[in-house]
């Protein structure tokens, strides 16, 4: 990690610079797939590592055939160890301009972005000089399972959770690019015009975004302590 406070407690809903409540829990879900992989957290501020020593890190990097940075945000220099590395860009045009994942930019072999059309004539997003291939998250349908306590899917509300603004807003080429709390208020009409409600939940938000976009229906879960606000 390269940011303040940046570990989460789900029990405590706290944010620290103490990874071992999230580690346990990683941990859990790994091998809950049945994989035997450690997982460990690295500290770029102070070099602590917790969950592993270094050296073992290092022999991990060296052994590993490929490096997946997902985001970007956390570069190390030791990921030169690997053989093969690939940045896969989550947030197009702000990754492009230089927001996020400039630390090791240019030590990737290959590099996929979320934006699917960067590198087209139509598309304003620039490439910062790299090949941007295209790529989406991946969804498994079989693991999106109703419960018993689903409604029915006739009363059921189309749902869906966001940050309503994570990181400020940019400017680029004298242009201003917002986030969430500016490009949702185009989307204002949309309730209006289907039968079904629809449901957000939202962190990142003073509690004046309630009253300020009412047509839809809101689930908010502050996070205590969370010095992540818009």
């Known amino acids: ?28 879900l790994i091998n809950s797939y049945g994989a035997d992989v450690t997982a460990c957290y690295v500290n770029r501020d102070t070099g602590t590592v917790y969950g592993a020593e270094w050296e073992e890190v290092k022999r991990i990097l060296g052994a590993a055939d490929l490096l997946l940075n997902i985001g970007g945000v956390c570069w190390l220099p030791e990921f030169r160890i690997c053989k093969r590395r690939v940045l896969i860009d989550m947030d197009p045009f702000f990754t492009q301009i230089g927001k996020f994942a400039v630390e090791g930019r240019n030590d990737y072999h290959l590099y996929f972005s979320y934006g699917t059309n960067i590198g087209h004539s139509d598309c304003k997003i620039p490439t910062d000089g790299q090949d941007w291939l295209p790529i989406v998250p991946p969804v498994v349908p079989e693991l999106w399972q109703n419960s018993a306590s689903t409604p029915e899917l006739a009363d059921a509300a189309f749902t869906t959770i966001a940050n309503w603004s994570a990181y400020g807003d940019v400017v680029y080429r004298g ?45 908010t879960m502050p996070l205590k302590g969370s010095p992540h606000k818009g």
């Not at 990690?1 to 859990?28: F, H, M, N």
């Not at 957000?200 to 509690?207: E, M």
């Open 1 to 28: 990690s390269g940011w303040l406070l940046s570990c989460y407690d789900p029990v405590t809903r706290d944010y620290s610079d103490e990874p071992k409540a999230g580690l346990r829990i990683v941990q859990k």
């Open 175 to 219: 242009e201003p690019y917002g986030q969430k709390d500016q490009e949702f208020m185009r989307l204002l009409e949309l309730p209006s015009r289907c039968s079904q409600k629809l449901e957000l939940a939202i962190s990142g938000h003073d509690s004046e975004i309630v009253t300020e976009v009412p047509p839809f229906v809101y689930t």
